[in-house]
């Protein structure tokens, strides 16, 4: 019984961390081009200025 | 983030924020276009260089679902209009999307997809819980455990329930305070009161504790509402793109007479444009200066060129062919064609909106039905003698049970395979309920000049016209933009001939054109222009060409069908729909397209209100039409047909108010539309019948008090997966179109 005061508090962080990484990733905008996203990862970019990390900060921005 | 844009960005917000001079200070602005012809990620990297490569961008990226760009740019360098010039540059359709339109259906399916994942994070979480207990049942788990188990659901599942659940409690009240009965009353019903029946139990340390079974349930439906919710929003952003990319650009002269480009949605009244041959009319207006021939089949079928002069009024989105001219700007006037049919369309929407939808159909029987057996139950057992605590336990077991999971995602899973099966081949299913109305018509009404036909005039049996004359006549008709003339070069072409350049061509508006050659005049024209006797009646439809004094050769032209058109018609007739032709062009070209598309019943020169007048007629005897047109002049029609559809090439106020746009050069998607529709209401008709076989198994369990939890969770499972299976192979099943019923067939 003991063992359930610390498994079902982790169970439940463990949770809420997979929520809370959900929320992240759908605030930044990566749910906004699924088929592009699937592209991008198989693209070397040697375009500095499109790399996903700079824009995807700015998609957020144009959302809000 | 990269360091260099970091930097950038933080001086531009510095600068922003302080009025600098603005020569030193680039003000970045941010743009969306649409590029519609982007497929792959190959496509999508293309757009990105070829933005990057244009003076003044600081950063572009593209969604390749959207089909759109957002760039950066730095508006004192560039403008948008240079942007889309750069990508037409490499190789894509551009244009500038609108923001006309707010994106609160955006923000609503992110809305959902926000509480769907808290929902799904509730639901894991109260099931590994509820697990536990299930298992602790057969094994040895003492009262205690299992109360704490319940609290711990309970901590989980209600805060959960009161955030996800919103959506559905919001149109369950708002349908409650309209006093009408929606899918959401039952749903709503019965979440709230498995929560409050579970509080209630396991503040008693009782068995019936259906937090799962809320939650789960939550969980479903959110996932149907969202799925239903995101292919609206992609066929919407479709149907966008299709506008914006016909969106027009005018050249405005000011008062100093310097011509400057501008978005056409920008002008005001008063503004002078100028209106280059060939180019589409951009605003509604009266013309000041010059004298063409304006292409207005888009505005009244009429494939016809209109002869206008200084004073004419000129709609938007009709083509100016033989000269240039400067055009006046005007508000809508109340006489106009145009106002005219805003009035119309008002009126036929209003007349619309009375359609209620299947599954509220189905709610109005299903939610006093079940009430009432909860009802029945609970007097049944207080009858019994139970006491009034198990009969409510009872009562309650019985509205879980038959709380519509399966029910209500009947319908939206079949909505959300069938769309997705148009949106492949091409169709835009704009309306929520648009499928819906479309499986019931028995009729379709055509419209002619742009829907059955092409919407081009085509030149009459080439292949009778001697190959020099058709040559000479395609060298002197490639000087000009009138659409017979392009026709003759058309055909040159096709026959494999190719015109010799022309020197010294004139082009006479409202006649002809005439070539100086050594050998003397060539002609090309009107009768009178050419001086041959019009011995036919329907010499508009003729272009004549003399060679010196040589006797003129006559061009007949027909605006030709759809290649598919016959074909399509007949399939149409055949499955016992009556096809019928509405055109508001003239009988003699009417009456060739039905007989070429096999069409029995048609009407010529039909104005806007007349084609209102016959779908009333239509639906006055009983039977439900289905319109498909694409001019301004179909457009109230469209709102007053039972459903509609529209080419992608049909102006915009006929893409906004149909149900559907079909895209391509064929009229399949017609057909296929219609099959899919019939075959999204059977399959929603199989899917309720899954689900009350499901009740029907359920709830005599539930009335005799032998539902647990674990078996309510395991039948709402059950059904909602069966439900989603069957509208799933919707997806890949071959259709043919069923013959109507009888009673719906025409006698």
């Known amino acids: 019984m003991t063992a359930l005061a610390w498994l079902i508090p982790a169970a439940l962080v463990l949770g809420l961390l997979g929520l809370a990484a959900f929320l992240w990733a759908l605030n930044s905008g990566q749910f906004e081009d699924l088929e592009g996203a699937s592209w991008r990862a198989i693209q070397d970019s040697d375009a500095p200025d499109a790399s996903p990390a700079a824009d995807s900060d700015d998609t957020a921005r144009n959302a809000k | ?747």
């Open chain 2, 1 to 747: 983030m990269d360091k260099a844009l970091t930097s950038n960005l933080s001086i531009v917000a510095e600068r922003e924020s302080v009025p600098a001079p603005s020569h030193v200070a680039p003000s970045l602005k941010t743009v969306t276009l649409i590029v519609d012809n982007m497929r792959c990620g190959g496509c999508m990297s293309a757009v990105e260089k070829a933005l990057l490569a244009a003076p003044g961008v600081q950063s572009a990226r593209a969604n390749l679902s959207a089909k759109r760009v957002t760039a950066r740019y730095d508006a004192d360098a560039t403008e948008p209009e240079n942007l889309a010039a750069a990508l037409e540059g490499a190789g894509f359709n551009a244009a500038e999307a609108m923001h006309t339109r707010d994106n609160t259906q955006a923000r609503e399916a992110s809305d959902l997809l926000r509480r769907m994942g808290v929902a799904g994070f509730a639901a894991a979480n109260v099931m590994l819980l509820s697990v536990s207990v299930w298992a602790g049942l057969a094994s040895d788990m003492d009262a205690s455990a299992q109360a704490l188990f319940h609290w711990l659901s309970a901590l989980i599942a209600l805060p959960a329930i009161a955030y996800a659940g919103q959506p559905f409690f919001r149109s369950a009240a708002g349908a409650i305070r309209a006093a009408r009965l929606n899918m959401d009353v039952p749903i709503s019903l019965g979440i709230i009161l498995a929560s409050g029946m579970s509080l209630f139990q396991t503040m008693r340390g009782g068995d019936q504790v259906y937090f799962d079974a809320a939650i789960m349930l939550t969980f479903f439906l959110l996932i149907g509402r969202y799925l239903d919710e995101s292919v609206r929003v992609r066929a919407r952003g479709a149907a966008e793109n299709l506008l914006g990319l016909k969106a027009l650009s005018a050249t405005v002269i000011g008062a100093d007479r310097r011509p400057r480009r501008i978005p056409a949605r920008a002008l005001s009244p008063g503004v002078r444009v100028l209106v280059a041959a060939g180019e589409r009319i951009p605003v509604d207006g009266r013309i000041e200066n010059g004298a063409s021939e304006i292409e207005e089949s888009l505005i009244n079928g009429e494939t016809l060129p209109r002869l206008v002069q200084v004073g004419a009024d000129v709609h938007a989105g009709t083509v100016n062919i033989t000269a240039p001219i400067e055009v006046t700007a005007t508000a809508i006037d109340e006489h106009t064609l145009i106002a005219e049919i805003a009035r119309l369309m008002q009126a036929a929407e209003q007349d619309r909106g009375r359609y209620v939808r299947l599954a509220d159909r189905a709610a109005q029987v299903y939610a006093p039905a079940v009430h009432l057996l909860g009802a029945l139950t609970f007097t049944g057992w207080m009858i019994a003698g139970a006491g009034w605590e198990t009969a409510l336990t009872y009562a309650i077991a019985v509205l879980i049970i038959t709380c519509p999971c399966a029910l209500a995602l009947a319908v939206p899973a079949v909505q959300v395979a069938a769309t997705g099966r148009l949106f492949a081949k091409g169709v835009i299913v704009k309306a929520p309920d648009a499928l819906e109305r479309i499986a019931e018509t028995d009729t379709v009404v055509l419209d002619k000049t742009g829907t059955l036909t092409i919407g081009e005039p085509q030149l009459i049996a080439p292949e009778k016209i001697c190959a020099a004359i058709l040559a000479q006549a395609a060298s002197i008709a490639a000087h000009s933009r009138h659409p017979y003339a392009k026709a003759i070069v058309r055909a040159a072409g096709a026959m494999g001939l190719t015109p010799r350049w022309q020197d010294a061509v004139r082009e006479v508006t409202g006649a002809g054109l005439v070539a100086e050659t050594p050998q003397g005049e060539e002609r090309l024209g009107s009768a009178a222009w050419v001086g041959a006797d019009a011995e036919d009646g329907d010499q508009t439809a003729t272009l004549w060409y003399r060679k010196g004094e040589a006797v003129p050769t006559p061009f007949h032209f027909a605006d030709a069908l759809r290649s598919d058109a016959r074909s399509v018609v007949g399939d149409l007739q055949n499955a016992g729909y009556v096809v019928e032709l509405l055109s508001g062009d003239r009988p003699r070209a009417v009456a060739r397209a039905a007989a070429a598309a096999g069409v029995q019943e048609w009407r010529a020169g039909v104005r806007p209100d007349g084609k209102i007048g016959r779908l009333k007629d239509v639906s006055a005897s009983g039977h439900k039409a289905l319109m498909v047109g694409d001019g301004l002049n179909d457009a109230p029609a469209l709102a007053a047909g039972h459903a509609s559809l529209s080419p992608a090439g049909a102006v915009d106020i006929c893409q906004t108010a149909a149900d559907a746009i079909f895209q391509g050069e064929r009229l399949l998607p017609v057909l296929e539309t219609l099959k899919v529709a019939r075959a999204a209401r059977q399959m929603s008709l199989q899917n309720f019948a899954i689900a009350l076989g499901y009740n029907a198994l359920c709830v005599p369990l539930a009335m005799a008090g032998y539902v647990t939890p674990l078996i309510a969770a395991l039948a709402m499972s059950a059904s909602s997966i069966a439900v989603t299976g069957n509208a799933l192979r919707l997806r890949t099943r071959r259709l043919a179109l069923q013959p109507l019923r009888s009673t719906e067939r025409h006698a």
